[in-house]
Structure formats: C-alpha cells, structure tokens
C-alpha cells in the first residue's frame, strides 16, 4: 500500500517538472541578458567618456548591442512557453 502512495506523488512530480527546467533556463538566459547589456552600456559610457566626439557613433552601436543582448532574453521567453 505505501508503494502505491510513493509511485502516486512521484508521478506527480514528474509531470511538472518540465515547466520547472524551462522556468530555470529561462531565468538564466534572463539573467546572462542583464550582464550582456550592462557590460554593453557601461563600457560605451567610458568610451564616450574617453572620446566624447564620437559619442553619436557610439550610441548608435550600443543600442545595436543592447537590442542583440535582449534579443537572446526573448527567444528564452518564447522557448520557455513552448516547453511549457
């Protein structure tokens, strides 16, 4: 009888824990996102802060940079959905 209990819960636990893994890899991705884009942003800061003529040029790339970085946390949010 207790055997049947433990393979009941366990049975359970296996059946979410697919949505589980993808909720990790997706908060992972969110959070190697965040570092990309603020390693991005600060280090165009010190060169507009270095050469400030070309601080146009450099916004523009940062931008580009920013917008690559969080493109990779949205292909983990739709990913994450279809796991889930």
């Known amino acids: 009888m ?3 209990v433990l ?3 366990t049975s359970g636990l296996t059946g979410n ?3 589980g893994l993808a909720a990790i ?3 992972l991705g969110a959070i190697g996102s965040a570092i990309g884009v603020g390693m991005v942003a ?3 800061v010190q060169a507009m802060a270095r050469q400030p003529e070309v601080a146009g ?3 523009t790339n940062m931008f580009i940079g920013m917008a690559l970085a969080e493109a990779l946390a949205l292909i ?6 279809l796991a889930g």
């Open 25 to 27: 890899g997706y908060g």
């Open 76 to 81: 983990g949010f739709v990913v994450f959905f």
């Open 17 to 19: 824990i697919g949505t």
């Open 7 to 9: 393979a009941q819960e």
């Open 57 to 59: 040029l450099l916004r």
């Open 2 to 4: 207790a055997l049947q």
């Open 42 to 44: 600060g280090n165009a």
